[in-house]
Each structure stands twice: as structure tokens, then as C-alpha cells.
């Protein structure tokens, strides 16, 4: 793969902002574009605060949205790397890391702790298999949607030819794909290139004219960086 122009981080915020700052330190040109904003749910806890054994945390974004009071020092399993790393930073004494992948989270979680009540702290619309990857964790396994993404705008007045745009979540992929749609340079998005955290991702945007697509290795962020190293490596400083 040739070098690319910019890369724009489409990513919610404020890991968009952080991507960026990691993609720069690097030696890119990255951008933030954020396609989601996320806002909190207001909804209350799904059971007593003392009833809580562990907790399960698919996504870091989940942690601003933690009331003071939320106990920190029950076990913690995060999703992977980052995740883990934030909760450490948001007060978590007891923070595991899952593996990389919720499939990995689920089977490390269950073969260490086959009871209790454990709460998953998430989003509103979790990844597709979320739910059948943490199934059988705990005694009790509550899920509270402690945030929910909508819709942000996206200035597609900032694409260039060359390109490189990171997508993050199919609902995300499904926007990108409007503005494509609404921006009417096909000539140019042939030109650009993606780099999608999964294949499920990928898949919303396979029609959409890209000239180049890619997949992560695996859905995380560390990944993601090791792969836009291999495709686009950076010149030595």
C-alpha cells in the first residue's frame, strides 16, 4: 500500500482524540471525524450496589459514565488492553484483561469465577455476539446500558484522495456509508482507503466504492495500529 495523505479516526469521542494523539506520535497525519457522540442513559442500576461480586466492561467509553459512588475495588475483567488500562486510571484497584476480543473476555472470565452476581457496564447496543459471548458468567450476569451513541455530524468536506479512514463499530460503518452516499465524488472514494476493526464492520461498507479495505487483526486498538504499520509504514524520522 502507498502512503497515505491523512488518516481520519472516526471513532467516538474521546478515543477519537486519543487515537489521533497515538497516530501522530507515530509520524502520521490523523484527523478526528467522529461518526458517533455518545451521551449517558440515565438508567439506574439494575440491583444494589453490595450485591455486586465483578464486573464485566466491553467498552472503555462505559467508565465516564460511572457514578461516584460505583464500588471499584470488586474484580474488574475488561474487554483488553485499553479498556483495562482506563479502568485502572478511573479507580478500578482489581482490573483483569480479557484477552482482546469479548469471546476471549467471556471464556476468561467464566473459568475463573462460576458464581456471584456480575454487572456488564455497556452501551446500549453492545457489538452483535456480546450477549452469547459473556452467557453463563456468574451465578447472575445483569447488563446496564449505561450510555447510548447517536448520530454525529461528519464533514465530508474533509476527504482527500489517499486517504485512510478508521471505522470502529458497524453503526458507525452504517453512517459513513450515508455520507458517502450524500457526497457524490465516487472518483474520489475510489481513491481512499479503509481500515475497519473487524469483518462485521467491513461488511457494512463493502458497496460503498472504496478503492482499498482492510481488517484489524483483531478488534482492538493495538491491533489496529500494528496493522496500519504493516500496510502504511512510516518514513524514519
Known amino acids: 500500500m502507498s502512503p497515505v495523505s491523512k488518516i481520519i479516526v472516526t471513532r467516538t469521542q474521546p478515543g477519537a482524540d486519543a487515537l489521533v494523539l497515538r497516530l501522530r506520535d507515530l509520524g502520521y497525519d490523523a484527523v478526528a471525524a467522529p461518526l458517533l457522540k455518545a451521551e449517558a442513559t440515565g438508567t439506574p442500576y439494575p440491583c444494589s450496589l453490595e450485591a455486586i461480586d465483578g464486573v464485566i466492561l466491553t467498552s472503555a467509553q462505559a467508565l465516564h459514565y460511572l457514578p461516584p459512588d460505583f464500588p471499584r475495588d470488586r474484580p474488574l475483567y475488561a474487554v483488553g488492553y485499553a479498556s483495562a488500562d482506563a479502568a485502572r486510571k478511573a479507580g478500578f484497584t482489581n482490573v483483569h484483561d480479557g484477552g482482546g476480543t469479548v469471546a476471549l473476555l467471556g471464556r476468561h472470565v467464566r473459568s475463573e469465577n462460576s458464581s456471584g452476581t456480575w454487572l456488564h457496564i455497556g ?27 447517536i448520530q454525529n455530524s461528519f464533514d465530508t468536506g474533509i476527504l482527500r484522495e489517499d486517504d485512510l479512514i478508521t471505522v470502529h463499530s458497524a453503526k458507525a460503518a452504517g453512517f459513513l456509508r450515508q455520507a458517502v452516499q450524500s457526497y457524490g465524488r ?18 457494512c461498507l463493502r458497496i460503498s466504492g472504496f478503492g482499498h479495505t482492510y481488517i484489524s487483526d483483531t478488534p482492538d486498538e493495538n491491533a489496529l495500529i500494528n496493522t496500519l504499520a504493516v500496510l502504511c509504514p512510516v518514513p524514519p524520522r
Open 123 to 149: 452501551t446500549t447496543e453492545p457489538a452483535e455476539g456480546t450477549h452469547q459471548s459473556l452467557a453463563g458468567i456468574g451465578t447472575t450476569l445483569l447488563h446496564w446500558p449505561v450510555y447510548r451513541t
Open 186 to 203: 465516487p472518483e474520489t472514494i475510489s481513491k481512499m482507503s479503509l481500515l475497519c476493526l473487524s469483518e462485521a464492520v467491513l461488511e
